[in-house]
T-cell receptor, first 112, second 112 residues
Framework: QQQVKQSPQSLIVQKGGISIINCAYE??????FPWYQQFPGKGPALLIAIRPDVSEKKEGRFTISFNKSAKQFSLHIMDSQPGDSATYFC???????????FGAGTTVTVRA | GAGVSQSPSNKVTEKGKDVELRCDPI?????LYWYRQSLGQGLEFLIYFQGNSAPDKSGLPSDRFSAERTGGSVSTLTIQRTQQEDSAVYLC??????????FGSGTRLTVV
């Protein structure tokens, strides 16, 4: 059973627009939530991560919003650029565990 | 090394042959993971190593798949009697603990 549900499966956004990817989880023991970015032919690379003691984390044009009570978190890509076109995976893990639970991935296409 | 290194980057093999895929993790990372990613799909967990031990092999799809790790470093994933459904990208990741993984670029396996 998938412990992290991710949506949408794919999205297309115009250059300069906002891309929003949503994830939901069930296990309240999860306490670390990373996002990975994967370009074709490459492995996923850690993009940004958040712990549940904060509601938002921003790094450049990438922001994670975290809603602990709803057990949801999302990635916002502001001012989307063609170079942001990639597949994005959300994930979750609890302290002292070893295995990340991944969402199914979202393919983002940014049109110039 | 500076990153996770996987070899070969591409492998084409005939159905029924055995293949070995290699992973060199980041120096000092005690945890090592193998994942499989089929075309356009998410990340399928195969096996986890802590040091040279594999406490979780639950994702290996059949007894044709095996993996070992030596010296707490290099790992080899072996697929015996390859089948066409084994065609995928095999990703290796390493981690210093229960936080984000660093992935390699993967081995693209094609069984013809």
């Amino acid at each position: 059973q998938q412990q992290v549900k991710q949506s949408p499966q794919s999205l297309i956004v115009q250059k300069g627009g906002i891309s929003i990817i949503n994830c939901a989880y069930e296990n309240t023991a999860f306490d670390y939530f990373p996002w990975y970015q994967q370009f074709p032919g490459k492995g996923p690379a850690l993009l940004i991560a958040i712990r549940p003691d904060v509601s938002e984390k921003k790094e450049g044009r990438f922001t994670i919003s975290f809603n602990k009570s709803a057990k949801q978190f999302s990635l916002h890509i502001m001012d989307s650029q063609p170079g942001d076109s990639a597949t994005y995976f959300c994930a979750a893990i609890r302290s002292n565990d070893y295995k990340l639970s991944f969402g199914a991935g979202t393919t983002v296409t940014v049109r110039a | 090394g500076a990153g996770v290194s996987q070899s070969p980057s591409n492998k084409v093999t005939e159905k029924g042959k055995d293949v070995e895929l290699r992973c060199d993790p980041i120096s000092g990372h005690t945890a090592l993971y193998w994942y499989r990613q089929s075309l356009g799909q998410g990340l399928e967990f195969l096996i986890y190593f802590q040091g040279n031990s594999a406490p979780d092999k639950s994702g290996l799809p059949s007894d044709r798949f095996s993996a070992e790790r030596t010296g707490g470093s290099v790992s080899t994933l072996t697929i015996q009697r390859t089948q066409q459904e084994d065609s995928a990208v095999y990703l290796c990741a390493s981690s210093p603990g229960s936080s984000g993984y660093t992935f390699g670029s993967g081995t693209r396996l094609t069984v013809v």
